[in-house]
């Protein structure tokens, strides 16, 4: 055994100690990764601490060793701190204060123990530095375990607590070999002194490695609990659309049932103008069936009762049909014009006046079926504010405006507007100031219009009344 032989094996664990930095920074490149970059430094430290001090006769002691076991104990430090920060769940990457403060401190023993014995590195200094080593790798050891409750997969935290423990316990016999005086220098080459720097190399090497094997796992685990929760998420959109596509298909219900009284009273009145015709028609027939002229008026006016009724219930069952849900170009001005032919029987049983000012030459993308959806739902809101106003005050205004590339729809009351506290959570779920309103209208409505890129908005309106504006782009 040579003299050199505790010294080659610094030099190797400065080589693997580099190795691993480098392996490290190769794996954790431009990640914003303070935990790897922590032990990336550790490692770095741990090789320039190991290597200088092999070179310790040729240097000040000040630097090789007082600084070198500086280096070394915050290098510990460090591996401790960046387990801390792989637990640690804050965003905000902050080095504690401790970590400087105890390797001065060392800095400082050592030096007023070398001041001592008279310049020279003495065997208390070997122990003391020691200590602090053993005390570091218990800090690690803490942390370690401390992390690994944080985690489902232990085996990897549990190695590397376990090498640092087995690491505390070399420093101590190497502290007991030199209190008994059986080896007081570092380099000494006697076999028990030689065995016990091997191991502690041997296993700070492979705690240094292990690092990047723990990384390694926890990536892929992450990943793993990324495509789980995917799934998951997947799985929770699928339900989330059917919902909102039962909801749909009750609100289209409910805002198509409130119509439905005034809806047969429109049918009727062209039915029964059809019927006084027919019979008109007949009666003519046995008195004066040479009159042509008359005749035709009577078939005329029966052709458009019929065409009447038919335009409202075709409206109707546009309205009620879910079997198309594509996006298409639709003309605004038509599709406004043919919900207000549906509500007109509620609007005047209700003594509503409705105003619409739209040009006809505006496109809009949109599903023709759900886009009359929020029409109705909205117009039969504005329709339920206004009872109980004076009949005289009634009125609903609907306008559309363009501003660039947008169409902002206004639909207007002179209602009593929204209440105080409605305002904000007026479009949420569940959420409405009718006794019997189910809190789904509003909350679907602008469900569908984000579905088309635009935006719903209320406000109350300063004269009195509400006012709901959807913004939506020009085709």
Partial sequence: MTPF??????????????????????LFWRKKDFSANLWLWACLLTAV?????????????????SLMVSFETFSILLLGESLRQLGDNSSKAKLNKLLLIIPAALFAIVEIERSAGN????????????????????????????????????????????????????????????????????????????????????????????????????????????????????????????????????????????????????I?????????????AEMKLESDPNNVSLFKELVKNILEDINRASTIVKNLSRLSSNQNNSISNINLAESINQVIEISKGKLRASQIIMDLDCASHYQINVNMSEWQQ??????????????????????????????????????????????????????????????????????????IINRFGGKISAHNVIDGGACFVIELAIA
């Fill in 119 to 266: 310049g020279m590195v003495t065997p208390m200094m070997s122990v003391t530095a020691t200590f602090f080593f053993a005390l570091c790798n218990l800090f690690c050891l803490y942390q370690a375990i401390k992390v690994s409750k944080k985690f489902t997969n232990r085996f990897f935290f549990n190695f590397l607590a376990t090498t640092f423990g087995i690491v505390i316990f070399l420093y101590f016999l190497r502290i007991v070999n030199v209190v008994i005086g059986y080896s007081g220098y570092t380099f000494d080459i006697k076999t028990l002194n030689v065995i016990i720097w091997f191991l502690i190399i041997l296993f700070g090497s492979v705690r240094n490695l292990a690092y990047i094997v723990l990384r390694l796992h926890l990536g892929f685990a992450e990943r793993s609990y990324l495509n789980t929760m995917n799934l998951k998420l997947s799985h929770d959109l699928e339900e989330r659309n059917s919902m909102i596509l039962s909801l749909e298909r009750l609100n289209r219900s409910a805002s198509i049932n409130a119509l439905a009284s005034t809806v047969a009273h429109e």
């Fill in 374 to 447: 929020v029409l109705i739902n909205l117009i039969n809101n504005a329709i339920d504010a206004l009872d109980g106003i004076d009949a005289s005050q009634k009125r609903i205004e609907m306008g559309v405006k363009q501003e660039g590339q947008i169409v902002k729809i206004s639909i207007r009351d002179n209602g009593p507007g929204i209440k105080t506290g409605q305002d904000l959570k007026i479009f949420d779920l569940m959420v409405s100031d009718k006794p019997a309103g189910s809190g789904i209208g509003l909350w679907l409505s602008k469900n």
């Fill in 5 to 26: 032989t505790v010294q080659t094996l610094f030099l190797l664990y400065s080589a693997i100690s580099l190795l691993s930095a480098i392996l490290i920074g190769a």
């Fill in 49 to 65: 601490a190991t290597a200088v001090t092999i070179f310790r006769g040729d240097i000040s002691p000040i630097i090789s060793f």
């Fill in 268 to 280: 009727n009145q062209p039915l029964g103008a059809s019927r006084l015709n027919a019979q008109f």
